[in-house]
């Protein structure tokens, strides 16, 4: 069975809603937003076996996190790496940006994911 959650690196918005430019751009996918913000923790490490960061940034904070919990992982995966964009390793940030910003970080994603999803299947389900 898959799972899959959302976490940040940093305790800047715990608890709280995604920003509503976010919900509003799932909205036209029908997609219904209702998670609330979180820290990565210890379990994560153990209970997903993949780990995907948007920016670099992102991924030195997983790895520091790591070392300060004395945990590994060994699929931490930069998301925009499974796309076609392969000059381009970074998700980019929308938050300054307009609508068309936060639309294009959706394509992305959803790119990213169904490459993943291939990917595991390719690993994992054909074998």
């Known amino acids: ?52 960061v948007m920016d670099k940034s992102n991924y030195e904070n997983v790895h520091a996190i790591m070392t300060q919990h004395n945990v590994t992982h060994d699929r931490i995966l930069m998301l925009r790496e499974l796309t076609e964009f392969k000059g381009i390793n970074e998700v980019p940030d929308p938050y300054y940006g307009g609508e068309k910003d936060f639309h294009e970080v959706y394509e992305i994603l959803d790119e990213a994911i169904e490459l993943l999803l291939d990917k595991i299947e390719a690993e994992h389900i054909n074998v």
Do not use: V, W
């Open 1 to 52: 069975m898959l799972s899959a959650d959302s976490c940040g690196t940093s305790d800047y918005h715990i608890g709280e809603l995604p920003d509503e430019r976010t919900i509003q751009c799932a909205q036209k996918f029908n997609i219904t937003l209702n998670h609330r913000g979180r820290q990565i923790n210890r379990l994560d490490f153990k209970h997903f076996d993949y780990l995907l």
